[in-house]
């Protein structure tokens, strides 16, 4: 979102281009924060697309639990002290 393709597809979608602390996917339309990523656990593959089930939540208790989960991760599963570098076929995925 911090790029510059990012922050044209931002603007094109007319979503704040300063706000970075969830995901957007787009996928001919564009979904943000729980709806997003329960969307992208529907593509991944067993066990993750089971996730999926809690689709029928509300967005408001999606995005409570998706908030609380953000806010602790590097708490729970610690954080690395450099990003992993992707391979060529996973760069392809994103901007």
Known sequence: MQSEAGQKLLKKLDLNTNEFHSVILIDGD???SSTAALKISRELGFPWNMLYVFIILPVPARDFFYNF?????YKWFGKKD????PTPELKEKFL
């Open 69 to 73: 989960i953000a806010n602790n991760r």
């Open 30 to 32: 564009y979904y943000k």
């Open 82 to 85: 450099s990003c992993r570098i």
